[in-house]
């Protein structure tokens, strides 16, 4: 199950950051998708060091934490997805659609000529899109 | 890592035994340790104390009946107590001594053969020879060698008292093979001898024994593993039998745990000793052996690996404790195991399978957690895993340095990068580290009977057992150990942990993974770490350590904007600088955080959350409007809230006020924002110029602002704000009067609102104004001071850009806020001052040229003006003239600035020693006094001309209206004038014959090709000069003067120039365009072709005009124009044709004329000459002739003339041609002129100077 | 992906958004209508090169290397992709000296093809007589305003991909418009009508 998403821009601020836990550990999640920044930025940089995702959008595992697993997706746009579970064994092509089906929600949203582009998003339609996003992980949906 | 023992963690040393002959031990066994691989030696003064290698009675009875896995000190065991191989000493006379010594050494023998034969130890027998006798070696000797090589047998044969039977018997009883029968010399009579011996006897033993410890340890191996290979099977199916016959008899459980139990230690034993000695043996050993050690070590490896999976399967199975110790023992072994293998791996290099290794490691345990009650050890076992594996990593990161290129993981379960590093491991085990410390918490407050804990704890040690404890029964003298019951067990253990302070552990582990995440320039976990830190330390109430933590962390989520994550460490900041003291953090802090862009929406926390969140609370929008209260309320001067717990002896004390400074990149930016934009980019001086003052603030509540200081860079511009509903604060800064004071309707800042203020700013000073800095005042004592920002370059608040909000311009008009500045130009002040050139007409050529210039002061004083002349060429090209280089020559400037005179003539430079002066050919800088208004200063420039150029003069004023004051900025004046220079005087020349006598000059005739244009002179003839000066200027001159200077003296003698008639006494005034010509006779002395008549010296001056006489009395100087007169060729005439003949004739009247023809020559001269006829005479003689001259005589021709018509006649044209020199020589026209009277006329001589003789008629 | 929209309406956006700014919000004040236009023109680029990234993603989702890896790709991607979903065609012509000038030319820019200049006035370099130059200038003036939200819409892609740059427009040879994306290093566009 995802606990939380996240989008981050440019200058790795948090454009978007929602959680899906009843928990109360908001500030941890915070924490760790902020962390899973430096992963990407490794990979980013020195790319030779990530053998399978080569200059891929899809970043695969950032980081397993003690608890949790962040998987990370860049676009060509340097925005940063990013998106913390709790499974243990998670499916790539699962991760992937997700993020594919994610993207397309991020650019609907970006394209909304009332978004100021490099602000964060507030628009609930995207928020929705993203829950049932959320949801249908997992199950294997076609995007 | 460390509290592992010693023995686990290096690599064991094989052990050796020696008995009998103590004396020898320690020379023995040193030798043996610095062996390579180091031998230890267990030394047994004699052989009463071999029961120590003897199967205790304990372990008999372990053996029976297993307490336990894995024993704690079998490691150990095998290193200090039971040895590879015994040395059994005897000393030779021992062994060849009477019958009861040698039963003696049998008896010893025997006993120590039945304790070795248990541990089927090997065995060695050293003879030692206490004496040596010396004396020659004989043939026999060689029988005795026991296969020992040539030393040895030497030794045998020193040896000579122990017969060969006794030893061979010896060998027998021992049962050792020959070569370990060692014959060993105590002490022998050479030194040289002795150390060989002692060397070889030495390499011998240590050879032995590495050999026999190398073969026991394998035989253990191999009978161990054979003993694993035929059993383990049987344990499993025994394992899962027992799976569902869980009721059976606890008999029937002590075999399986017999079994299982034996198969641990054993394989350890095999494993552990025989690998690390391999792998201590590799440390020296060079590349030969590594195949062989690596196939060893892979074998290692595998053991430990299936005595883990062994001991993971034994989880679910084994009931042979109660549960919680179980777990706790298997997990303890489990744990040894685990740091044997990944120790293997890691030295091996091999990095990847030892993470992969602990990460199935940790995914097997992690879940074990075991009773909820002593669940904290399980995360004390987990924390002590990451940190054992993390201290690993760390030794052996030498090895990781290739992982930069390796790829990472399987691509179904990749490894990510921090997995590598060791500050994951160091983090996570602080982690659990933490989770241990709560549950222990939970544990501790759950357990009501904390007393009791304590009293029945102290009797508990630690088993023989690894992992096992049991409590220490005293039955009167006899101590049994009994296992303990669960209930006991958690009471110790809560015990136990009580008794250890975990957070100083959590904060070195923190500190640790914070350095190493650092180190790979991991900033963002590596300030997540920090802010767990941090936490540590704030709950250990370190507020120092803590704040200066929190900091850190705090400035990277301001950096990228984590308002969250920023909310949180901000509040822990607030409340560290709280129970610090220290108000000015407090409030910065708390305005930050009330100035956040959180909007309500963003913290829908319910309340029971508090826990997780830090003193901050939830961030939402009502929280901030808490803080910002209540540090309003602490600015007003009420202390805080005593809400919050703390001593919060927080509040300004009037006497030292408290001042925020709020500069570009500071956080408080979004507190206050200043803005401050001029409407225009220059302004006159004393012109006021509009400026608009934008304040902006994100605090949740409106802010009202009591007093605006606004500061310029020119602080007579600085004025103040008021607000209007306020009273006007007597504290505020009434330092300075005279300040302006402004007063505004209302001075309150809405959040994310503009607040707008225009007003004008009057600068009477050039040069630059710059609003520097906004000091706003709330209440009496809390001020902050906010760097005033210009609109056209202000960056926006780096939080509040990533919200979605409308970004507003400070500024009305949208091109101001483009383009507005904050600082702005001031002019200079136009000046006041008239600056007058008065030149009149243009420069001659040589005078000294006067500019007179005036500064009349209309509007201003002039203080310490200063006046720069300069003068350039007026058609751009300089006006040094290129052909001179000499720097000094008059000449280097065509025109030149020959100095300043004052305003009544005296020279400038006469002035005070203050004036500035300075004066070059092209420049002059000049100071002008002090000038008061209406008044005016004057002096003249004075140039001179040397060519005639045309000059542009420029003279600029420069000066400070005000009195004073050095920071003055100067008013400056600027004028030009354009003077054309003219030459005054052109004088010309000319040579003239004298008259009616014509010399012969052969230049004339032949010209010469170079002296073509060099006028030519008779010599010792005088012939006439006349120069002649022409005024092309258009002033009137005055010829004072006249002359021709023969420079050089040698002319004096070469000719004599007489000046015919005098100067003229009065000045003639040369008016311009007229001629003045004076006439000259000069007389060649010498014959020379170049001859320097000299240079004609004109002195003269302006005619004084008029406005020269008004404007100055002096008369212009006199100048002197001079020029030098060409050289002459000066040559012998070889002969001379003179006329004598009456200046005048009456008409009909018959007159004589002679043409003298001198020879001046040593030769006969043949001339011919021929008279043409002319209308007007009738002439008697030759028309033509060819005479001779004679040499130094003259040939006079005489005519006789009868003129026919009158007036002004041309005589008969007479022409004479020279035979030698073949020349013709033709007298001038004008000297064959006669006037004919048509009358005898009267004459009246009046004066007889006069030259001319003008004819007056009579009748 | 997403719906369309008649082409001439978008054009008279543009001229309708570039004559409101020059002749009603900033009168006689072109720099700053200039400027404004190029920003909203940035803000457009910025969206758009979103979601067309995001299309080319979708379309070569098979390739192995979705993502830009450089400068070239990107500006690769701007000229071939960007400028066919822009302007339904690909640059013409892709020049750069490898020290970050990069040339692009499109010989047919659809957004001027429906504005009227005559070449006569254009090609006469406008020194020669007043009269001309000033009516010369009049027309480059107001076709430049209608460049300037080009050149931010192909600012703001570029920059939305990594590449900051500052783009300016000049008609210097017109019918041959030219603008120019100076970047770090810099691009020229000329377009060709």
């Known amino acids: 199950m995802i606990v939380c998403v996240a989008v981050v821009g440019h200058q790795n601020n948090p454009l978007y950051l929602q959680s899906f836990t009843e928990a109360d550990d908001e500030l941890k999640l915070h924490h760790i998708v902020q962390c899973s920044l430096d992963v990407i930025d490794e990979r980013v940089n020195n790319p030779k060091k990530t053998g399978p995702t080569l200059n891929e959008t899809f970043l695969g595992l950032l980081y397993p934490t003690e608890n949790y697993k962040v998987y990370g997706y860049l676009t060509n746009t340097k925005v940063k997805f990013i998106f913390v579970t709790t499974d243990l064994d998670v499916r790539d092509a699962d991760v992937r659609n997700f993020f594919r089906r994610f993207h397309s929600a991020y650019v609907d949203a970006v394209s909304n000529p009332f978004h100021v582009p490099g602000k964060k998003i507030t628009s609930r339609t995207f928020a929705e899109r993203v829950s049932t996003i959320v949801k249908s992980f997992g199950m294997s949906a076609a995007a | 890592m460390e509290d592992y023992a010693e023995e686990l963690r290096t690599p064991p040393v094989s052990l050796v035994s020696l008995v009998g002959c103590p004396e020898l031990h320690a020379t023995i066994s040193s030798y043996l340790h610095s062996e390579q691989p180091p031998i230890n030696t267990l030394a047994l003064p004699d052989f009463s104390k071999i029961s120590v290698m003897a199967r205790t009675q304990k372990e008999t009875l372990d053996s029976g009946h297993p307490g336990g896995i894995l024993k704690r000190d079998w490691i150990l065991k095998h290193r200090t107590r039971v040895p590879a191989v015994v040395a059994a000493l005897f000393t030779s006379d021992h062994v060849s001594g009477d ?3 040698w039963l003696q050494v049998c008896t010893d023998l025997e006993n120590l053969k039945a304790v ?33 090589d040539t030393i040895e047998e030497k030794l045998v044969f020193n040896a000579d008292e122990v017969s060969e039977d006794r030893m061979i018997a010896l060998r027998k009883r021992a049962e050792v093979d020959s070569k370990y029968l060692v014959i060993f010399v105590q002490n022998d009579s050479s030194e040289l001898k002795q150390s060989l011996n002692r060397q070889a006897i030495f390499f011998k033993l240590g050879s032995i024994f590495a050999e ?28 899962i039998r027992y799976c569902f016959k869980a009721r059976a008899s606890t008999l029937f459980f002590s075999i399986k745990k017999c079994l299982i139990g034996c198969i641990m230690p054993s394989k350890l034993q095999t494993i552990v000793s025989f690998t690390d000695w391999k792998r201590n043996a590799e440390e020296i050993s060079r590349v030969a052996v590594y195949a062989e050690f690596h196939r060893d070590w892979v074998e290692a490896l595998r053991f430990y690996e299936d005595a883990y999976h062994v001991l993971r399967e034994m989880i679910g199975t084994s009931t042979r404790l109660p549960a919680i110790q179980r777990l706790v023992e298997i997990k303890t072994v489990a744990e040894q195991l685990h740091f044997k293998v990944s120790t293997l791996l890691l030295h091996g290099g091999k990095v990847i399978e030892a993470i992969t290794w602990f990460r199935q490691h940790n995914a097997s345990y992690r879940k074990l957690m075991g009773a909820p009650e002593v669940v904290f050890l399980h995360w004390e076992w987990m924390s002590r895993q990451f940190l054992v594996f993390a201290e690993l990593l760390d030794t052996s990161s030498t090895t990781i340095l290739n992982t930069s290129t390796l790829i990472l993981g399987t691509p179904e379960r990749p490894l990510t990068e921090w997995e590598l590093h060791s500050a994951y491991y160091y983090h996570l085990a602080a982690h659990y580290l933490r989770e241990k410390r709560s549950c222990l918490e939970l544990a501790l407050s759950a357990s009501e009977t904390a007393n009791e804990i304590d009293s029945n704890s102290e009797s508990v040690i630690p088993s023989i057992y690894v992992g096992q404890s049991t409590r220490l029964l005293q039955q009167g003298d006899a101590f049994a150990m009994q296992h303990l019951t669960d209930a006991e067990y958690i009471l110790f253990a809560l015990a136990e942990g009580k008794r250890f302070q975990d957070s100083f552990e959590i904060i070195a582990l923190f500190k640790k993974s914070f350095e190493s995440y650092s180190d790979i320039k991991a900033q963002r976990m590596a300030s997540y770490c920090g802010y767990r830190l941090a936490r540590e330390y704030f709950s250990i109430s370190d507020f120092r350590k803590a704040k200066q933590h929190f900091d850190g962390v705090a400035s990277l989520y301001r950096h990228e904007g984590w308002v969250t994550l920023l909310w949180e460490v901000l509040g822990y900041l607030r409340e560290c600088s709280r129970r610090i003291g220290s108000v000015k953090d407090f409030i910065e802090y708390s305005l930050e955080m009330a100035a956040l862009p959180i909007s309500s929406s963003a913290g829908v926390q319910s309340p029971n959350h508090k826990g997780e969140y830090g003193p901050a609370g939830p961030a939402s929008l009502p929280q901030r409007e808490i803080i910002h209260k209540e540090v309003f309320e602490l600015i007003k001067g009420e202390s805080v809230s005593a809400s919050n717990e703390g001593a919060s002896n927080l509040d300004i004390t009037g006497d030292q006020p408290l001042h925020l400074e709020i500069d570009l990149v500071s956080p408080l930016r979004v507190v206050l924002l200043a803005s401050v934009a001029f409407h225009d980019q220059v302004v006159k001086p004393g012109v006021p110029t509009l400026l608009t003052l934008s304040l902006l603030s ?15 860079n020119q602080p007579e511009c600085n004025f103040t704000i008021t607000n209007a509903q306020k009273p006007p604060l007597v504290a505020s800064s009434n330092g300075e009067e005279g300040l302006r004071v402004e007063n505004a309707p209302v001075l309150a800042l809405h959040m994310d609102k503009w607040l707008r203020l225009t007003y004008d700013v009057k600068s009477e000073q050039s040069g630059k ?39 507003t311009f400070p500024t009305k008009d949208p091109s101001l806020a483009f ?50 002349i300069n003068i350039v060429d007026a058609k751009g090209g300089g006006l040094v003239s290129p052909r001179e280089i000499e720097p000094f020559s008059i000449d280097s400037h065509h025109v030149e600035l020959l100095g300043i005179l004052g305003p009544d003539g005296e020279d400038e430079s006469q002035t005070g020693p203050e004036n500035i002066r300075k004066i070059q050919q092209s420049f002059g800088l000049l100071s002008v006094p002090f000038v008061n208004i209406g008044e005016s200063w004057s002096c003249k420039l004075e140039f001179k001309w040397h060519r005639p150029k045309p000059v542009m003069l420029y003279v600029s004023l420069g000066y400070s209206p005000h ?42 005739i032949k010209p010469a090709p170079d002296s073509d244009q060099v006028a030519s002179l008779a010599l010792k003839e005088t012939s006439i000069l006349i120069i002649s000066a022409k005024n092309c200027s258009e002033v009137p001159l005055q010829l004072l003067s006249m002359s021709i200077e023969v420079d050089e003296d040698e002319n004096r003698r070469s000719c004599t120039v007489q000046h015919g008639g005098e100067n003229p006494i009065d000045p003639a005034l040369l008016v311009p365009g007229e001629e003045f010509k004076r006439v000259f006779s000069i007389i060649p002395e010498v014959n020379t072709p170049k001859l320097g008549v000299g240079t004609v010296c004109l002195r003269w001056r302006r005619n004084p005009g008029f406005e020269e006489k008004s404007c100055s009395g002096t008369i212009a100087a006199e100048v002197v124009t001079s020029h030098k007169l060409p050289d002459i060729n000066v040559e012998m005439a070889p002969l001379i044709v003179s006329l004598k003949c009456l200046p005048h004739a009456i008409l009909g009247v018959p007159f004589t004329c002679y043409i003298r023809i001198e020879n001046q020559t040593q030769l006969l001269q043949e001339v011919k000459y021929s008279l043409a006829d002319s209308q007007s005479f009738v002439l008697s003689g030759f028309h033509n002739d060819t005479i001779f001259v004679l040499p130094k005589s003259e040939h006079i021709l005489g005519y006789k003339l009868v003129p026919l018509a009158s007036g002004s006649q041309q005589l008969p044209r007479f022409t004479l041609t020279s035979v030698r020199y073949s020349a013709e020589l033709q007298p001038a026209l004008a000297a064959y002129t006669v006037f004919v009277f048509p009358s005898k006329p009267h004459f009246t001589v009046e004066d007889v100077g006069e030259k001319k003789t003008e004819p007056s008629a009579t009748e | 992906m997403g719906r369309e929209v008649s082409e001439s309406c978008v054009d008279s956006v543009i001229i309708e958004m570039v004559s409101a700014y020059c002749n009603r919000f900033y009168v006689n004040k072109p720099d700053l209508a200039a400027r404004r236009i190029e920003a909203i023109g940035y803000q457009v680029g910025l969206q758009l090169s979103e979601s067309y990234t995001r299309i080319l993603l979708v379309a070569r989702y098979t390739m192995e290397r979705p993502r830009f890896s450089d400068h070239l790709e990107a500006i690769k991607f701007i000229c071939k992709d960007f400028w066919s979903e822009l302007f339904k065609k690909q640059i013409d012509n892709l020049k750069t000296n490898h020290r970050g000038t990069f040339v692009l030319q499109d010989n047919r820019f659809r957004w001027l093809t429906r504005m009227s200049s005559d070449p006569s006035t254009a090609n006469t370099d406008s020194s020669q007589d007043p009269s001309v130059a000033t009516a010369e200038n009049k027309s480059t003036q107001a076709t430049s305003m209608h460049l300037y939200f080009p050149c931010g819409i192909i600012r703001g892609a570029l920059s939305n991909l990594g590449i900051p740059c500052a783009v300016s427009a000049d008609i210097s040879n017109l019918p041959a418009c030219e603008l120019q994306l100076s970047v770090c290093f810099s691009i020229t566009c000329m377009i060709t009508r």
């Open chain 2, 99 to 101: 019958p009861a010594q």
């Open chain 2, 116 to 148: 070795v034969r248990g541990r089927n130890i090997k065995l060695v027998v050293v003879v030692v020879h206490s004496t040596v006798k010396e004396h020659s070696c004989d043939a026999p000797a060689s029988r005795k060698e026991v296969s020992l």
């Open chain 2, 212 to 239: 026999l410890s190398n073969t026991y340890y394998r035989d253990e191996g191999r009978r161990i593993k054979t003993r694993i290979e035929r059993k383990s099977f049987k344990s499993i199916e025994l394992n």
């Open chain 2, 698 to 712: 994100q605090l949740p509540l409106p802010v009202e602002i009591d007093l605006l200081e606004i500061q310029f």
């Open chain 2, 769 to 807: 104004l710059e609003c520097i800095s906004v000091i706003a005042r709330m209440g009496s004592r809390f001020a902050i001071c906010c760097r005033a920002e210009s609109p056209a370059s202000m960056d926006d608040l780096r939080l509040w850009k990533f919200e979605d909000r409308v970004e």
């Open chain 2, 819 to 868: 383009s507005g500045q904050k600082a702005i130009q001031v002019e200079d002040p136009d000046p006041q001052v008239d600056l007058i050139l008065g030149a009149t007409g243009p420069a001659l050529v040589g005078e000294s040229f006067l500019v007179p210039v005036r500064v009349v002061s209309k509007g201003h004083t002039i203080h310490s003006g200063e006046l720069k």
């Open chain 2, 963 to 1004: 009195s004073n004051e050095a920071t003055a900025q100067k008013a400056h004046v600027h004028k030009s004038l354009q003077i054309k220079g003219k030459t005054a005087v052109v004088i010309g020349h000319r040579f003239m014959l004298p008259f009616r006598r014509d010399p012969l000059l052969l230049s004339k």
